[in-house]
Nanobody, 121 residues
Framework: QVQLVESGGGLAQPGGSLQLSCTAS????????MGWYRQSPGKQRELVAIPTRDGWTNYADSVRGRFTLSRNNAERTVWLQMSSLQPEDTAVYYC???????????????WGPGTQVTVSS
């Protein structure tokens, strides 16, 4: 199987910063994509940031200019640098990965368990 281990969540003040990280491990033949989603209470899970096929990063409108996604393919790790945090950013943040586990397998989606980010004074 594939495991996604997230870290870096916690409490931040409005205007503050946090950095999330996610590392993939396990049965991985090819790691195609990694990104972040979030879910606030009473809301659907929404995209935060994920790379596009042409090398750019797709950001949610609400975080563009404040959040930055970066990745180290060799370490199978993705980071989400979050700056100018606002109370509306409070949510559980989930790491997402598209993985091909074996050469004869198709691409499967995997999710991390989530890490809580709370922005409050």
């Amino acid at each position: 199987q594939v495991q996604l281990v997230e870290s870096g969540g916690g409490l931040a003040q409005p205007g503050g910063s946090l950095q999330l990280s996610c590392t993939a491990s396990g049965e991985i033949f090819m790691l195609l994509n990694m990104g972040w989603y979030r879910q606030s209470p009473g809301k659907q899970r929404e995209l935060v940031a994920i790379p596009t096929r042409d090398g750019w990063t797709n950001y949610a409108d609400s975080v563009r200019g404040r959040f930055t996604l970066s990745r180290n393919n060799a370490e199978r790790t993705v980071w989400l640098q979050m700056s100018s945090l606002q109370p509306e950013d409070t949510a559980v943040y989930y790491c997402y990965a598209d993985v091909q586990r074996r050469p004869d397998f198709g691409v499967e989606a995997f999710w991390g368990p989530g890490t809580q980010v709370t922005v409050s004074s």
